[in-house]
Each structure stands twice: as C-alpha cells, then as structure tokens.
C-alpha cells in the first residue's frame, strides 16, 4: 500500500516582485511554511498571479526575487507559466 505524501501548508498573500525591467505587487501563494526555509539546497515551490503580460516576462526573465508580507525576500527560479494565463510558478530559495 503506498504511503499517502503530507499535504503542505498554503501560504497566501500579497509581495513585491522585482525583476529586470519591473516591479511590482502581485498576490503569491506558497506551498509550505516560508519561515522553515534555510540557506542551501532547500526549496519550496508556489505560483504568484499578476496581469498576462507580467507574468509571461518573469518567465522569459527565468529568475527573479520576491519580498513576502513579513518584509523577507527570497530568489525565485520560474519554473512555468501558460501563454495567456495570469499564472507562473516558480520555485523560492533563500
């Protein structure tokens, strides 16, 4: 019988998304506790929403950082987004 994985917890709110050529507010969502994230190899992943075109030129970009509500901010690597869509994901490293 497989094991059932841990859901991880959903952490919601509003940042500051900075990279080349913009910054800005967007509402984010990250799987998992930001607060737990230690410098190294660990990271968690999300998505944050804005309009089609921010979205789709932070994926172009392929990098970027986010500062959380909580005033930390953490480099970010897109991981994807739907031409279109409001949506990217990304993955968050301290």
Do not use: N, W
Not at 20 to 35: H, N, Q
Not at 65 to 93: C, I, K, N, P
């Amino acid at each position: 019988m497989p094991h059932a994985r841990k859901k991880l917890p959903e952490f919601p709110g509003v940042g500051d998304l900075k990279f080349r050529g913009f910054k800005g507010s967007v509402d984010y969502e990250i799987l998992g506790d930001p607060a737990s994230l230690r410098a190294g190899t660990a990271r968690l992943r999300g998505s944050f929403t804005a309009s089609p075109e921010i979205a789709a030129d932070a994926f172009r970009e392929g990098d970027g950082e986010l500062t959380l509500e909580s005033g930390t901010t953490y480099r970010l690597v897109m991981l994807g987004h739907s031409t279109g869509s409001q949506t990217a994901y990304f993955e968050m490293r301290v």
